[in-house]
């Protein structure tokens, strides 16, 4: 039995009973939704190895290869299984600790996430350092065997759950710019550490800001050499185009699937205009998972900000789009400013073309680094 197949079987199987309410569950806007049976899932994903396909066999995973990994994501998200929380940490620290960290490191952190025990969130951006993130500002000093560090973080992603956060700070006095960073591994629940969510136009709180004030971590909690956290940084941002991308797809063609039936149901499909757009979102997708498998490939570089670019610009026109075939019923929330489906997907696809890096700074990214394109 191949893992595609394996996968299908077993995720049938598991999305009943006690999980049985739980397809569907946590997409864009509604990352609230059923914490704790969502919670409980990443441990059954993670007692029946389904969490980190591609990791080696010593940190639980199954060193599968990217084919079966795509295979996997793909019949994810065919299942409708829930939005996953685990995502952050199997998919950017775990790569990033494989790759940059010590044993004891890899042997402390790895099998929590592994078994789905342990949640984390991403601590880059800042109010003064989003797309330039060379601007980071937080700081952290060392004080006997432990980091103490200051500042604020913000868009911090799933921060009000994570028990971990991985924080770009200032740790060389007088550095600038990518010069004097450090990468460190932070726990979320000890003093100094505070969050608080920022409401979204959806009415729900995936994004966070965080505050350090005087916020404590063992000194050997630092990944990769003091003052080399850019190049650390850059790396997991290398990981955040992965395999999972394939999984989004299936998500984004259930999405476009549900703009057509309201299309139809609406008669908008007979308008030649909307028509054409939405012939173009359909074929659109595909080209988008053509290019998704080219930048798989073992090397890819900064051309994967191609993928980024292309898949944001696209989710955002196709919330334009469902929009626009609602006509007028659109314009109007229901009963207590409940949102629809088609609305939430308008709301919440404003945001694609800001967060995980810009279209600006990605169309920069692919001019100067991958075109070679004076700055």
Not at 132 to 152: E, H, K, P, S, Y
Request: charged letters at 25%; glycine letters at 14%.
């Amino acid at each position: 039995m191949s893992l595609r197949e394996e996968a299908r079987a077993w995720l049938e199987e598991s999305l009943t009973g006690e999980f049985a309410g739980a397809r569907g569950l946590g997409g864009p806007g509604r990352e609230h939704e059923a914490y704790e049976l969502r919670r409980a899932w990443e441990r059954h994903l993670g007692a029946h190895g389904w969490t980190c396909l591609g990791w080696p066999r010593r940190y639980g995973g199954r060193a599968a290869s990217l084919d079966d990994q795509v295979a996997f994501h793909e019949e994810y998200a065919r299942a409708g299984a829930p939005a996953r929380l685990g995502l952050i940490g199997e998919g950017l620290i775990g790569p990033t600790l494989l790759d940059f960290g010590t044993d004891e490191q890899k042997d402390r952190f790895l099998p929590p996430i592994q078994r789905g025990e342990e949640l984390w969130c991403q601590g880059y951006s800042e109010p003064e350092a989003g797309s330039d993130l060379a601007n980071v500002q937080t700081r952290a000093r060392l004080d006997g065997g432990d980091w103490v560090i200051t500042g604020q973080k913000v868009w911090t992603s799933f921060a009000q759950w994570a028990d971990w956060c991985f924080v770009l700070c200032r740790t060389e006095e007088g550095s600038r710019r990518h010069h004097g960073l450090s990468y460190l591994l932070v726990p979320m629940r000890g003093p100094g550490v505070e969050v608080r969510p920022i409401v979204q136009l959806t009415g729900t709180s995936e994004f966070n800001e965080v505050f350090f004030d005087g916020a404590r971590t063992a000194a050997g909690n630092l990944l990769g050499a003091p003052g080399d956290g850019w190049r650390v940084a850059m790396a997991t941002l290398g990981y955040e185009r992965g395999v999972s991308t394939l999984g989004q797809q299936i998500g984004f063609a259930r999405e476009l699937d549900a703009v057509v039936a309201t299309a139809k149901r609406t008669g908008a499909i007979d308008d030649p205009v909307l028509r054409d757009r939405l012939v173009r979102s359909w074929l659109e997708l595909r080209v988008m998972r053509l290019n998704a498998l080219r930048m798989l490939r073992p090397g890819a570089g900064p051309e994967v900000s191609i993928a980024k670019l292309y898949w944001s610009e696209w989710h955002r026109r196709l919330g334009e789009l469902a929009q626009a075939v609602q006509g007028r019923a659109g314009l109007v929330a229901g009963a207590g400013g409940e949102l629809g489906d088609l609305q939430r997907l308008y709301l919440f696809s404003r945001a694609d073309t800001i967060y995980a890096g810009s279209s600006e700074i990605q169309r920069n990214v692919i001019a100067e680094r991958t075109l070679g394109l004076p700055r």
